[in-house]
């Protein structure tokens, strides 16, 4: 006499197909979350902003402008102290020329003020730092100027940005510094007038400053 066959479990699709679509969505939610967007799509999260720095010495101030609080104050230069915002919730990745500062003063406001060579009509000075340089070059070295137009639209370079952002960041060094002290294109002191004033921090634009020159104490 046969022994009673012990009947064989079938695996219940319809049981499991609802936990299993939701792991799936999960999954899928948490890969865009943390990979996706932090790397596709970082530089939409992130934005640039900067203060600017007057100093007034050691030496004998050249530059005379409007102060923050509205007074007028003699000072040697002005540069730029930068901030990135990181509006995510995680560390993004956002890519970029391979220029970490740039600094860009115009005489008029501009739709895209990196791109130096369309709106050169109106550009008064500029300077950057380069991923592949120790020092900060000013465009009033024309092989600097054309190496940033050559290389402006390129985007071979990666940098994270933390989610409490990057701040502090100073463009000027004592060492290595390109500053303004009131020099146009060839070196020549500008005339008195509203400058506006905009950075680029890792590719990030930010929104212009402006300075008001009252006066240029110095002759090249």
């Excluded at 290389?151 to 933390?162: A, E, I, M, Q, W």
């Excluded at 303004?180 to 212009?208: A, F």
Aim: proline content about 5%; hydrophobic content about 45%.
């Amino acid at each position: 006499m046969k022994a009673a066959e012990t009947p064989t479990r079938k695996f219940d699709y319809r049981k499991w197909k609802i936990p299993i679509i939701a792991l799936f969505i999960a999954t899928i939610t948490l890969v865009s979350l943390f990979v996706v967007i932090p790397y596709a799509l970082g530089d939409r999260f992130v934005s640039c902003s900067f203060e600017l720095e007057f100093i007034s010495g050691p030496g004998h101030p050249g530059m005379e402008v409007v102060y923050l609080n509205g007074s007028i104050v003699l000072v040697m230069f002005v540069y730029p102290k930068y901030k990135m915002t990181n509006s995510y919730f995680a560390p993004v990745h956002i890519r970029y020329n391979g220029f970490e500062d740039v600094i860009l003063i115009y005489n008029h406001t501009v739709d895209d003020p990196a791109d130096i060579a369309a709106n050169e009509n109106w550009l008064v000075w500029g300077a950057f730092k380069a991923d592949n340089t120790v020092a900060k070059q000013s465009f009033e070295n024309e092989a600097s100027y054309d190496y940033y137009i050559a290389r402006r639209n390129l985007s071979n370079y990666t940098k994270k940005v933390p989610v409490d952002g990057l701040g502090n960041i100073a463009f000027y060094a004592l060492w290595v510094g390109a500053v303004w002290m009131g020099q146009d294109m060839s070196g020549n002191p500008v005339s008195s007038g509203t400058y506006y004033i905009y950075c680029v921090e890792y590719g990030i634009v930010s929104k212009p400053v402006n300075l008001t020159v009252t006066s240029i104490l110095w002759t090249k």
